[in-house]
Nanobody
Framework: QVQLVESGGGLVQIGGSLRLSCAAS????????MGWYRQAPGEQRELVAL??????NYADSVKGRFTISRDNAKNTVYLQMNSLKPEDTAVYYC?????????WGQGTQVTVSS
C-alpha cells in the first residue's frame, strides 16, 4: 500500500553535507509522523530525527547538525545533514507512522570518510 523511497545517500568527507530525501507514495490516509532512523553495522537501529505537525525531535548526537523538514504536497521528508562525522556512517531508513501502521524505506547508505 505505502512505499517509501529514499535517495541522496553517498560518500562524503568529514565536515561535508548530504541531503536525504524520502518520498512516500500509495494509499496514505493520514500521516502521524515521518522521520529517519539509522543503523550502523553491528548496531541497533536508532532514531535520528522525527517530524510531526509543529514539532521535531532529534537524537542528541545530531542536534545542531541535522535538520529534518517535510514537503506535505509531495509527501516527502528530508534530512539535511551538515558537519558530518565518521560516526554518522550508517544506513539511513525513512520511517512513516500513520494512524493505522508504520512503514519503512529500504535504506540508503551514508558513508563519511575518516
Amino acid at each position: 500500500q505505502v512505499q517509501l523511497v529514499e535517495s541522496g545517500g553517498g560518500l562524503v568527507q568529514i565536515g561535508g553535507s548530504l541531503r536525504l530525501s524520502c518520498a512516500a507514495s500509495g494509499s496514505i490516509f493520514s500521516i502521524d509522523a515521518m522521520g529517519w532512523y539509522r543503523q550502523a553495522p553491528g548496531e541497533q537501529r536508532e532514531l535520528v530525527a522525527l517530524i510531526r505537525s509543529g514539532s521535531t525531535n532529534y537524537a542528541d548526537s545530531v542536534k545542531g547538525r541535522f535538520t529534518i523538514s517535510r514537503d506535505n504536497a509531495k509527501n516527502t521528508v528530508y534530512l539535511q545533514m551538515n558537519s558530518l562525522k565518521p560516526e554518522d556512517t550508517a544506513v539511513y531508513y525513512c520511517y512513516l507512522r500513520s494512524s493505522y501502521s508504520t512503514y519503512w524505506g529500504q535504506g540508503t547508505q551514508v558513508t563519511v570518510s575518516s
